[in-house]
């Protein structure tokens, strides 16, 4: 019994992680297609 517990908390921690890897890197791409369009955010003061 405690070893299924042990291999459900092991299977949802690795869930949690691959989501919040998954939203970290949608985040980027969204910073980045900001940061290269025409009417493009400043990432410097100029």
Request: proline share 2%; charged share 30%.
């Amino acid at each position: 019994m405690l070893k299924k517990v042990a291999v459900a908390a092991l299977a949802a921690g690795a869930l949690l992680a691959l989501r919040k890897r998954s939203a970290a890197q949608a985040d980027e791409d969204l910073w980045a297609e900001a940061a290269r369009s025409p009417d493009a955010v400043r990432t410097t003061q100029r």
